[in-house]
């Protein structure tokens, strides 16, 4: 081997020299790593990028999101929004006599009910002001939880004994009949749908603050809550600049799910006369007004509670890719439960055939000892060595 090919610094030893190992490509090879990672620094992308890539990517959550907000922005653009005139010509406060019964026709879509109302237009009323309700009560009930959740496990003791139990009575006493409390309070006091929402929101956030309450006594043991309150920073800006915004996924999921479940308790709420009055509309009153409608004219209980049906269950959809967005091994696991019960027949199909294999071995060498296969027979368990070549049961084998 030519010196050339030799290591200088080997001592003799003939070590061989990766090809294109002079200090000339040394340095162009360091270059090109230089340059790779400036481009993967480049192509970094943040936590927020990352869970929108991954939602996106859920087809269940984007055609419910689309869906969504399609039946949204007919029920805004159609009607109007306030003193905002829509597309439909007819208004659901304007009264008129009903055309042919009140049946389903090209000038009324969903037809009229009793006083010649259109009913697509008190439809769509009614799907604004339950949406309305829905969005407050999840905005209202994720502001309470989050605080009072993330104060309960940051300063723990008494503070979080009082708090815990001011929770758990919210456990206690079923959601539906503090709502209807509520309900029939915020009818006396203020007939607006704003304010039912911001009351029912009140008190809805229990279920989210144990859930922050237990990541937040987590992450108060880590280093960088440490490092923040050795730098000075007060209890308020630990709590909302680092605690909060890392349960920011278990948040918005819950809110997701909380708007869902607010439009089934306004529903229950207005069906038992505890929610939205009239003159206003809204999904449950009119499934209420109408109820005894469902033999005669159908439509008038099924397209109020078509619309409920779709918000809730694309609503649902949106809350299960948030939660897939920021927690990828949720995914993993429904697909592992997915296939579970195939894999589970392999295996025991598998475990079939060698015990049927074991079994065919140990007839042949019964039949045949001569040339059969004798299976080994178990040796005793070895006691423990003790240094001299033998154990407590005797020699090594």
């Known amino acids: 081997m030519s010196p ?7 001592n003799g030893d ?9 200090p000339e490509q040394i340095v162009s090879l360091a270059e090109v790593e230089d340059a790779k990672l400036e481009a993967s620094a480049d192509e970094s992308q943040s936590q927020a990028k990352l869970v929108w890539k991954r939602f996106i990517r859920h087809k269940p959550a984007m055609i419910s999101a ?4 399609v039946v949204l922005l007919i029920s805004i653009t159609s009607i109007g929004v306030g003193p905002i005139p829509g597309w439909w010509p007819h208004d659901w406060r304007e009264t008129t006599t009903p055309i042919d019964g009140g ?10 009910e009793n006083l010649g109302r259109d009913y697509f237009a008190l439809t769509m009323r009614g799907l604004q002001v339950s949406v309305i309700i829905a969005f407050l009560v999840g905005i209202v009930a994720t502001i309470f939880g989050t605080i009072i959740g993330a104060i309960a496990g940051y300063f723990r003791g008494w503070v979080d004994s009082i708090l815990m139990r001011i929770t ?13 409390i509520v309900g029939k309070i915020a009818g006396n006091l203020v007939s607006s749908p704003w304010f039912l929402g911001i009351l029912l929101g009140a008190v809805s956030w229990a279920g989210l603050a144990r859930l922050v309450r237990s990541q937040v006594l987590s992450l108060r043991e880590r280093e960088y809550v440490d490092a923040a309150r050795a730098m000075g920073a007060s209890t308020t800006r630990v709590v909302f600049k680092h605690l909060i915004p890392n349960t920011i996924g278990t948040v918005l999921v819950n809110a997701t799910l909380s708007i869902a479940a607010a439009v089934l308790l306004e529903t229950s709420l207005s069906f038992l006369g505890y929610g939205v009055k009239p003159p206003s ?7 209420s007004t109408y109820q005894n409608s ?18 809730a269950l694309t609503v649902n959809f949106i809350g299960d890719g948030l939660r897939d967005a920021f927690d990828p091994r949720q995914a993993n696991v429904k697909r592992r439960r997915l296939f579970k ?10 475990a079939e055939q060698a015990a049927a294999s074991v079994a065919r071995n140990a007839a042949g060498s019964m039949g045949n000892p001569a040339g059969g296969r004798v299976p080994a027979e178990p040796e005793d368990h070895p006691g423990p060595d003790n240094g001299s070549g033998f154990n407590e049961e005797g020699p090594k084998k």
């Open 66 to 69: 689309v869906i969504l907000v």
């Open 341 to 350: 019960f195939g894999r589970v027949d392999s295996a025991q199909q598998q």
């Open 4 to 10: 050339k090919h030799m290591d200088p610094n080997s």
């Open 294 to 311: 469902f033999t005669v004219r159908p439509w008038l209980f099924w397209w109020p509670g078509l619309m409920i049906l779709v918000i």
């Open 281 to 287: 509309s809204s999904l449950g009153l009119l499934i």
């Open 168 to 180: 758990d009575i919210f456990f206690v006493v079923p959601l539906l009949l503090i709502a209807a």
């Open 14 to 22: 003939e070590r061989p020299l990766v090809a294109g190992s002079d």
């Open 103 to 112: 049946r389903p026709s090209a000038q009324h879509w969903f037809g009229q």
